[in-house]
């Protein structure tokens, strides 16, 4: 190696090892919340529901109290007991942990109180990377992320809309009723809130509205 490459060969060897700590720091920065997450209690929901509500509110073991509401995108005055693949709903939220990502989704109610919500129909969210969603930007999908965590917006995540209010919108476009998972005309299921993959077992953040599809 001559004297006039040296300076350029320390450049290399030091912007290789800059781009491995950053890289060592981003992945701490994703790894270590969900290695060290612990389960908060229950969302304080009741499994057994009256009717098709369009809004439902519990306090969590956590002692947050958590809304979840929905309304039809076209106005329509119905109840949510007869969707139809490509129905069109705004899902509101407050009182959620913002330092806990959600996914709102379509899901089998679980047998027993303590239990995962799903499977979910269209599965959850992607997290391949994509860019960082819009803030507010009205995109419907079968299911929705949110996480305020700047990482995981990066694969898509959208973000709350009032950290200290905890509050979310999501929009959710009614998949089919059915798919290889699971089959919403056999089993119960319910528009749902859960915490994402960072706190899979956590069911704190567990709230649902009934639905039901039509015959």
């Known amino acids: 190696m001559t004297s006039s490459t040296r300076p350029m060969f320390r450049a290399f060897v030091w912007a290789g090892g800059l781009i491995v700590v950053v890289a060592a720091l981003i992945t701490a920065w994703i790894v270590v ?6 389960p908060a209690g229950s969302s304080g929901q009741q499994l057994e529901l009256e009717g098709y509500p369009a809004s439902v509110s519990a306090t969590g073991d956590d002692g947050r109290t958590r809304t979840l509401e929905a309304v039809f995108e076209s106005g329509e005055e119905r109840d949510f007991s007869a969707l139809v693949a490509g129905d069109r709903l705004i899902v509101s939220g407050s009182g959620f942990d913002p330092s806990k990502g959600i996914y709102v989704a379509v899901c089998k109610v679980p047998d027993s109180v303590g239990g995962k ?3 979910c129909l269209g599965g959850v969210p992607s997290t391949e990377e994509d860019g960082d969603s819009t803030a507010g930007a009205v995109e419907y999908a ?3 992320w949110v996480n305020d965590d700047w990482a995981w917006r990066l694969f898509g995540a959208r973000s709350f809309d009032d950290r200290g209010a905890g509050s979310f919108t999501a929009y959710i476009e009614i998949p089919a009723s059915a798919d290889e998972n699971v089959d919403c005309t ?10 994402d993959h960072t706190a899979l077992e956590d069911r704190v953040q567990d709230l649902y509205l009934p639905v039901s599809f039509a015959k």
């Not at 919340?33 to 612990?38: E, H």
């Open 142 to 144: 079968a299911s929705n």
């Open 186 to 195: 056999q089993v119960r299921c319910g528009l749902f809130t859960r915490n």
């Open 33 to 38: 919340p969900i290695v060290t997450s612990s």
């Open 117 to 119: 919500p799903g499977p």
